[in-house]
């Protein structure tokens, strides 16, 4: 049983274009397939499009999230420069990756996992060095932004790194950045862990 947590402030009426960047077979398409069913439960509009990278697991993985009131009001699926007012960087390569930081809008607010991932093309090359800073400064000039090595965290909290994309989902629900409702969350998570 979770611990109780203050409720942030969620306006139910705001639409939401959340893109959410990871790395493939890390949770990053379920965190899409959780909000749009708990927008659903809460009887909000949504879509989701999921972008997948050549090799599905550790590949390139974004999602295109949109919740509205109606289905009237939901938009294309897929992203314009500039729309995405919420990201949840499940990875700090990804968070950073130029093809997410252009469709950030201006004002919009990003929750991203500092903590450093390799990833084949940096174990190919050991010389190389992870230009860490360089993505969290790309990030923060793109966004207001909070680091959290939640990889670190959820390994100490759960016994596995699994949790973080999860953290990082409840981190920016505790933003006000997705506005589903706490029992929504809760219940789309019963519900995938009925399918699995």
Known sequence: EPPPVTAPEIDFTRPANIVVGGIGGTGIVTIGAIVGMAAHLDGRA???MDQIGL???GGEVTSHIRIAQGI??????????GEADTLIGCDVAMASHPEVIPLLAKD?????NDHVVMTGD????????????QMKRRIGR????TFADLTSLAARQFGDAVGANMMA???AWQRGRV??????????IEIGRAHV
């Open 46 to 48: 949504a879509s989701v």
């Open 55 to 57: 090799a599905q697991k």
């Open 72 to 81: 009237d009001s939901l938009g294309p699926v897929r992203f314009a420069p």
């Open 108 to 112: 919009a607010v990003a929750v991203v």
């Open 122 to 133: 940096f174990t190919s090359r050991p010389d190389a060095i992870f230009p860490l800073e």
């Open 142 to 145: 793109a966004a207001r932004t």
């Open 169 to 171: 989902l409840g981190m």
């Open 179 to 188: 506005p589903v409702s706490e029992a929504a969350i809760l219940r789309a």
